[in-house]
Nanobody, 122 residues
Framework: QVQLVESGGGLVQAGGSLRLSCAAS????????MAWFRQAPGKERDFVAA????????YYADSVKGRFTISRDNAKNTVTLQMNSLKPEDTAVYYC???????????????WGQGTQVTVSS
């Protein structure tokens, strides 16, 4: 079992930055692909970014490419999402996920955090 706890959400103006963190429990953190998804009210949960088990490969949704950066620290069991140049359309609840899905951008990960709200004002 892996428990995930997100932090770092909040309210920011358009053009600003936020840094989300996800702390994982357990000794098997490095055996999982880690990802961030987001869900706006009335919409489906969408892929944002993913990082391979070693951290050597990263993947991004087109909508955040060049603005967001995902990273992980396997020694500290943490994954981070640095979000720059935020836009009002980035407003959503952001979820951390862990697992070994067949496709990194599909919301079929085994473990999920409770989510953290990100609100970007115009």
């Amino acid at each position: 079992q892996v428990q995930l706890v997100e932090s770092g959400g909040g309210l920011v103006q358009a053009g600003g930055s936020l840094r989300l963190s996800c702390a994982a429990s357990g000794r098997t953190f490095s055996s999982y692909t880690m990802a961030w998804f987001r869900q706006a009210p009335g919409k489906e949960r969408d892929f944002v970014a993913a990082i391979s088990r070693s951290g050597g490969n990263t993947y991004y949704a087109d909508s955040v490419k060049g603005r967001f950066t995902i990273s992980r620290d396997n020694a500290k069991n943490t994954v981070t999402l640095q979000m720059n140049s935020l836009k009002p359309e980035d407003t959503a609840v952001y979820y951390c996920a862990a697992g070994n899905p067949g496709t990194y951008d599909s919301p079929v990960y085994q473990f999920w955090g409770q989510g953290t709200q990100v609100t970007v004002s115009s």
